[in-house]
């Protein structure tokens, strides 16, 4: 005999996505149950992870809240994926040690099974998720996530860790779709579907979309790099021009922060021209591509300066 688990219900609000008020009910079972936008629907996932949805007939669970902290443990997948189901914009998760591997790809895994939930910040102690398909859209943490999935890639190329690269490339190409969709919507129509994206005008919608052009070409770039430790001194120091490119964005308007690091790099181009004149067949190509990236980090930095 199959011992049952007590059901747990949460809640979720009808939202209009498409023809349907919620990516996995059908416009006919909204029809048949009078399901209308923002009224409640609670929840819950059976063992088999199949989703068991009732209508507000029952009052069995709390509002959804924005924005939720939950302490790390073995078997949080499934919370997570719980409070994006029901309609939580943002989840932090934090944990007193470090997340180990496996439990990482399994919250990984359960958040790239929901197509409008996505992580904007992993750190080794943190994990940030929100839920694109709820509220705003928070084009300045998925710029962010786009520039901390690049810099990431410096690390999996010089530890040749070819599964952490496969998943930052494809993160990367995720938050550089969603931030050219509605940098493109937003300058060819000035209008953005569902109030997304409310910190947009026209200047950042094209500043925003020019920095993602560039770090997309600089995650290809270094995707595609064959990595040679002959070239590691010049590497890290491309690397740690780009974290300060990365710093650069998060700290806005320290002009102090700006001029010191601008002082530092600025020998750092006749250098590489030096050391690519030096080398010899794919060791040259190399230099000659982390000198593309400083280029690209150039180019960023001047779109940085006048940011609003």
């Given at each position: 005999m199959v011992e049952q688990n007590e059901e747990r219900y949460f809640t979720r609000k009808a939202q209009s996505i498409g023809k349907s008020l919620l990516i996995s009910l059908p416009k006919k079972w909204t029809k048949l149950f009078n399901i209308k936008e923002k009224q409640k629907l609670h929840i819950s996932i059976d063992t088999d992870y199949s989703l068991r949805i009732v209508p507000d007939a029952l009052n069995l669970s709390e509002e959804p809240s924005d924005e939720v902290k939950v302490d790390f443990y073995p078997e949080v997948g499934k919370e997570v994926l719980e409070k994006c189901l029901s309609g939580t914009k943002k989840i932090r998760l934090i944990s007193e040690k470090p997340i180990d591997k496996e439990h990482l790809d399994q919250i990984r895994y359960?958040?790239?099974?929901?197509?409008?939930?996505?992580?904007?910040?992993?750190?080794?102690?943190?994990?940030?998720?929100?839920?694109?398909?709820?509220?705003?859209?928070?084009?300045?943490?998925?710029?962010?996530?786009?520039?901390?999935?690049?810099?990431?890639?410096?690390?999996?190329?010089?530890?040749?860790?070819?599964?952490?690269?496969?998943?930052?490339?494809?993160?990367?190409?995720?938050?550089?779709?969603?931030?050219?969709?509605?940098?493109?919507?937003?300058?060819?129509?000035?209008?953005?579907?569902?109030?997304?994206?409310?910190?947009?005008?026209?200047?950042?919608?094209?500043?925003?979309?020019?920095?993602?052009?560039?770090?997309?070409?600089?995650?290809?770039?270094?995707?595609?790099?064959?990595?040679?430790?002959?070239?590691?001194?010049?590497?890290?120091?491309?690397?740690?021009?780009?974290?300060?490119?990365?710093?650069?964005?998060?700290?806005?308007?320290?002009?102090?922060e700006k001029k010191a690091y601008r002082l530092y790099f600025k020998n750092l181009w006749d250098e590489g021209t030096l050391l690519k004149n030096r080398a010899e067949g794919e060791l040259k190509f190399m230099i000659k591509e982390l000198l593309r990236i400083f280029h690209k980090c150039s180019d960023i930095l001047s779109i940085i300066s006048i940011l609003d």
């Open positions: 359960f958040i790239g099974k929901l197509p409008t939930t996505m992580i904007t910040t992993e750190k080794p102690q943190e994990i940030i998720i929100h839920n694109l398909g709820v509220k705003d859209v928070p084009s300045e943490e998925i710029l962010r996530g786009l520039f901390s999935k690049t810099l990431d890639l410096f690390e999996n190329i010089r530890e040749n860790d070819s599964k952490e690269k496969d998943y930052n490339i494809g993160e990367i190409n995720i938050y550089y779709m969603l931030l050219i969709q509605y940098a493109r919507t937003y300058l060819t129509t000035g209008y953005l579907n569902q109030k997304d994206f409310k910190d947009f005008n026209a200047k950042k919608a094209s500043d925003y979309r020019e920095i993602s052009n560039a770090l997309r070409d600089i995650s290809y770039i270094l995707y595609d790099m064959d990595f040679h430790k002959e070239g590691l001194a010049f590497f890290n120091k491309i690397e740690e021009y780009f974290r300060e490119t990365y710093d650069s964005f998060r700290y806005k308007g320290d002009d102090r």
